[in-house]
């Protein structure tokens, strides 16, 4: 029985090291499709931007034609344009916190404020990776770190419930016979 313990030990530390230590690698393709987003939405400003200029308008000038139209259709082009000028600055800035934080940081960072549609995309396309860089080494250690501390809650959790099932039978009828034991 003791042995069964260990070894399942074991398993949930070295199975803790391994997922965490693909935080940084995650983190690493998350900023890579940041990336993406970003060159895409700056496509698109700079289009609208170039438009705006060339009808001799700025981009609030622009942006306010859209609201100030009669259709319903243009005002919702100018309120989703607007959504993406909002979101490329928000990317923006996150890639430059990214991009300024160290790799051990990068994972808590884009867990503070994740962009949920780059982390589908990540999550569904995540291949993992072998974490030879320091950054993994120390997410490693997180996850063993975790992992020794679920084990060992999981091990007081079942001996707990081991002594709780050895006191009652002590306690109660005797298997054979019916009568209690003194």
Same mark, same amino acid.
């Given at each position: 029985?003791?042995?069964?313990?260990?070894v399942l030990i074991f398993l949930i530390i070295a199975s803790s090291a391994a997922l965490f230590s693909q935080a940084p690698e995650f983190a690493q393709q998350y900023r890579q499709r940041l990336g993406g987003a970003i060159d895409e939405l700056t496509r698109i400003i700079q289009t609208f931007d170039e438009q705006a200029n060339h009808a001799g308008l700025d981009r609030q000038a622009?942006?306010?034609v859209y609201t100030a139209s009669q259709e319903g259709f243009l005002r919702q082009q100018g309120d989703a344009l607007r959504s993406s000028f909002a979101r490329y600055q928000?990317? !923006?800035?996150? %890639?430059?916190?990214l991009s300024?934080? !160290?790799?051990? %940081?990068?994972p808590v960072m884009i867990a503070r404020q994740p962009d949920h549609r780059i982390i589908a995309h990540v999550w569904q396309d995540f291949v993992p990776a072998l974490p030879?860089?320091?950054?993994?080494?120390?997410?490693a250690g997180f996850g063993a770190l975790a992992g020794a501390i679920a084990a060992s809650f999981l091990v007081a959790l079942f001996g707990m419930v081991t002594?709780?099932?050895r006191g009652s039978r002590a306690k109660g009828a005797c298997p054979v016979g019916g009568r209690a034991l003194q």
């Open positions: 029985m003791f042995l069964v313990h260990r622009a942006l306010n928000s990317l !923006s800035d996150q %890639l430059e916190d300024a934080a !160290s790799p051990i %940081l990068r030879v860089s320091i950054a993994g080494a120390v997410w002594r709780f099932g």
